[in-house]
């Protein structure tokens, strides 16, 4: 009794004196294992994906193991660079917990459709099959790309060219706020979807119909909020522009329009977003080709894997568009404090 | 403050203009129609290359004279020229600079001075006098600046090189040092002499702190609220450089401040 009661005197009083280096010691150990964490969970989803029985009756390919070492692969290179270059290493330190989560989420998609066959075929193929259908079909996934990515470009480009014009045009006079005002409010909040029918029989083919559509639903986002910010640029800009001997076009072009971007972008953002909506469903309804017909063709012959193909195909590729948006805006808003994350 | 040493200006024989001011009246309504008299039968005149000063207590169209000076906002009655010519609509002759600097947040440093020249599309052959007015308000090293990143001096700074690049023969200044500290104010107030005796241009300043107007003017008018009218006009003669401690500055701060306590006074009993 007395000499446990000793004992556990005798660490109590020694941990003060060893805790505050203790700790610090420990916190940087911690950090470094999080370093390991997607090397492990690297490793266990192959060992699992190769040594468990399947359950799902598919051909297994080495597509998935292939792409799991890849991973491994490139995880280990940059974790041996990140040792002689400092921003890499935080960076990686930071990134590493949600690297280890994407990791376990494919071990999880793995496990709960191949392996265990918990989820229901054909609806829920595993990452194996999504991947080969991926790798398989990729003529036709890129054909689609392009299909959709020309739609997209020219209703995209025809439609903020249109909005921005008409809300230069409201947002400087009253006169044309007069007139298209009302149209905005009318016709604006329509989906740009609901035309679909209207659209299909009224343009001779069902590209430039899907062009008209998508033209729609990024000119009413664009419209209000250039014509919006147009309107709210501070009097004292035009005041002072004047006394330099601003002409029209100087104020219009050259202080209003750039006074406004803050607002105009968050126009082509949300008209962006809308395209997106709108090319996909209109390739669904009545364009016969690119990704949202795709995704229609492989679902008519119950290709699931191929319809999580195309949908990881589109992520990516509207990801990547919105980040160009964005690195654009960096650009042109580099005078504009607290800037929009994506 | 790094002070430039005097350059040769490429139109350095552009003198100050020449403002007249004859019979103005300006009456705004208020939200019910009710007449509401800012200035009333205002008869000025500014000589070239003067340095002037308008102060009063607010709402007694000091402002509002400026305003109709620039073109900015035009009279309800009598008329204004410049050199002899009538005056409709703002121009690049006449320049103006507020209390708040308003420079175009889109463009830098470098880009805003620029902006008076890339306006009147004569940049390309200017080119070189936007260098020499940054370096004029002392900002070399701040081109690539963008007005968030300046201090309230620095930008007040670009503001009034934005407005000279244009040679202005007038420049109208509203409270120009009003949002600035006290030790940046004297610093700006002893630069706007310089740059006033270097250019030659006629100055036109709203204030209402009357040291300011004392120690900057050759004269002084004060003004009197509702209706906005001319009290008096006194002439500063104390010789340039001034000192504030100087006994005639003293004497005659004392006395225009007496005079506008006195309109003060005067205003409240009509209330009464």
């Given amino acids: 009794m007395s000499s446990q009661a000793a004992n556990i005197e005798e660490s109590t009083s020694l941990s003060p004196a060893l805790s505050e280096p203790a700790i610090k010691n420990k916190k940087i150990l911690d950090k470094r294992i999080v370093l390991i964490l997607p090397l492990i969970a690297l490793i266990t989803d192959l060992i699992l994906h190769l040594s468990l029985p399947n359950k799902q009756s598919f051909t297994t390919t080495k597509v998935y193991p292939s792409l799991l070492k890849a991973f491994l692969a490139a995880y280990l290179l940059v974790l041996i660079l990140s040792f002689f270059i400092k921003p890499l290493f935080t960076k990686l330190i930071e990134r590493a917990p949600l690297l280890t989560a994407v990791f376990l989420f494919l071990e999880l998609w793995d496990i709960v459709t191949l392996k265990l066959k918990l989820l229901p075929l054909p609806y829920f193929p595993g990452p194996d099959k999504v991947l080969n259908s991926l790798t398989a079909d990729w003529q036709l996934l890129g054909v689609s790309v392009l299909y959709s990515l020309r739609l997209l470009v020219v209703g995209y480009a025809i439609g903020s060219i249109l909005g921005l014009t008409a809300g230069i045009l409201m947002g400087w006079s009253k006169k044309w706020n007069y007139w298209i005002g009302p149209l905005l409010k009318v016709i604006g909040p329509i989906p740009a979807t609901a035309w679909i029918p209207i659209a299909m029989t009224i343009f001779p083919t069902s590209f430039w119909a899907s062009v008209f559509l998508i033209t729609l639903a990024v000119w009413f986002p664009v419209t209000m909020m250039t014509s919006s910010g147009i309107a709210n640029v501070r009097n004292a800009f035009f005041e002072v522009a004047r006394t330099l001997g601003a002409d029209r076009k100087y104020l219009i072009f050259r202080v209003a329009v750039p006074a406004a971007f803050p607002m105009i972008f968050i126009g082509l953002f949300m008209g962006l977003g809308a395209s997106f909506l709108t090319l996909i469903v209109s390739e669904m309804l009545g364009v016969k080709a690119g990704l949202g017909w795709y995704i229609n063709w492989a679902q008519g012959w119950a290709e699931y894997s191929k319809v999580y193909a195309a949908l990881i195909v589109i992520g990516v590729i509207f990801s990547s568009l919105i980040t160009l948006l964005f690195k654009i805006k960096d650009r042109v808003l580099i005078w504009q404090r607290g800037l929009i994350k994506w | ?272």
């Avoid at chain 2, 070189?128 to 081109?143: A, P, Q, R, T």
Wanted: glycine share 8%; proline share 6%.
């Fill in chain 2, 1 to 272: 403050m790094v002070n430039p040493a005097p350059k040769p200006y490429s139109e350095a024989d552009v003198n100050g203009g020449e403002i007249n001011v004859q019979g103005i009246n300006r009456i705004f309504k208020d939200t019910e129609g009710k007449d509401i008299v800012a200035l009333e039968s205002v008869d000025l005149k500014i000589n070239p290359g003067e340095f002037i000063s308008l102060v009063g207590p607010s709402g007694c169209g000091k402002s509002t004279l400026l305003r109709l000076i620039t073109g900015l906002d035009t009279p309800t009655g009598g008329e204004l020229y410049l050199d002899g010519d009538k005056i409709n609509g703002p121009h690049h002759e006449r320049g103006l600079v507020f209390q708040d600097p308003t420079l175009f947040p889109w463009l830098n440093v470098y880009d805003n001075v620029a902006s008076g020249l890339a306006a009147r599309k004569i940049l390309k052959e200017k080119k070189y006098e936007v260098s020499e007015y940054i370096h004029l308000v002392g900002l070399e090293g701040f081109e690539k600046s963008y007005p968030h990143q300046l201090s309230g001096g620095m930008a007040q700074r670009v503001a009034l090189a934005r407005a000279l690049v244009n040679h202005p023969k007038v420049l109208l200044l509203d409270e120009p040092l009003g949002a600035l500290d006290a030790f940046t104010r004297m610093q700006m107030q002893d630069e706007l002499v310089r740059i006033w005796q270097q250019r030659g241009t006629t100055m036109i300043l709203v204030t209402h702190d009357v040291d300011e107007a004392v120690y900057l003017s050759d004269r002084i008018v004060i003004m009197t609220p509702r209706p906005g009218k001319i009290q008096e006009i006194m002439n500063v003669s104390i010789g340039r450089p001034r000192s504030r401690n100087h006994p005639d500055f003293l004497r005659l701060r004392t006395k225009i401040l007496e005079k506008l306590h006195f309109a003060k006074e005067n205003n409240l009993s009509y209330y009464i």
